[in-house]
């Protein structure tokens, strides 16, 4: 079973600053991927950034960044320089890779984290 | 059109009520995924299309009936609801490539759904 937990219910943060959105998981997949993405109040979700458990380095998507720490089985979302447009919940998600067949595996999500970002 | 569309965006329906849900992908992807999302609680995977086969069902009650007629339309029929059906239902799509971990999913803009 995989299990996602993101501690963080809300944030504020100040235009400008960087911020970073905490998401811990746990999985019996040798390999796996790690989504983030964004809900704003339109309810649309944004995918926003990707990591393979096997990539060996952090994915960064322009201004968001990935900090994938394996052994703490960590992955941080990092926005930088936030803008008043990233308000929104940020979701991250996970999925097992299955070596053979499918590929259509559904994502396990966490509560979220609702960002507001203050001018 | 382009991307996942789904209709309608807000449904209000009665306990006796039947309706269905409808989503449309044009990205030429061959797997599509309902979703529930509830207030409160992380998204729930409900089912799991590939190349319109059913792949999961997450242990979901019977009076939720998916349907998927071709790669590009899911739908979702609705019947005998309980108010605490009530919630958002994303619907997504992704190219499902066997084996490949960034099979990002794109989701659609979600069907508001309050049951009486």
């Known amino acids: 079973a995989q299990k996602i937990t993101q501690t963080q219910p809300g944030m504020f943060v100040q235009e400008k600053e960087a911020v970073t959105l905490d998401c811990t998981y746990d999985?019996?997949?040798?390999?796996?991927?790690l989504f983030w993405y964004k809900q704003p109040s339109s309810g649309e979700m944004i995918f926003l950034i990707y990591q393979g458990s096997y990539d060996q380095q952090n994915a960064t998507e322009g201004r968001y960044s990935l900090n994938f720490q394996k052994a703490r089985k960590s992955a941080n979302l990092v926005i930088s320089a936030s803008q008043l447009g990233d308000s929104a919940m940020y979701f991250c998600a996970m999925r097992g890779v299955k070596p053979s067949g499918g590929g259509a595996d559904g994502l396990t999500f966490g509560k979220g984290t609702h960002l507001i970002i203050q001018p | 059109e382009t991307g996942v569309t789904q209709t309608p965006r807000h449904l209000v329906m009665g306990m006796t009520n039947k309706k269905s849900l409808k989503c449309e992908q044009h990205l030429g992807h061959n797997a599509m995924y309902w979703y529930k999302q509830s207030a409160k609680k992380p998204l729930e995977l409900m089912f799991v299309?590939?190349?319109?086969?059913?792949?999961e069902n997450n242990s979901v009650p019977s009076r939720f009936s998916p349907e998927c007629p071709n790669s590009s339309h899911l739908f979702l029929h609705l019947h005998t609801l309980q108010p605490e059906d009530s919630a958002l239902y994303l619907c997504?799509?992704?190219?499902?490539?066997?084996?490949?971990?960034?099979?990002?999913?794109?989701f659609g803009p979600g069907t508001r759904l309050t049951v009486l």
């Open positions: 997504a799509s992704s190219p499902g490539r066997p084996g490949q971990g960034n099979n990002e999913q794109f």
């Open positions: 299309y590939s190349l319109e086969e059913r792949v």
């Open positions: 999985t019996s997949d040798p390999s796996y991927g």
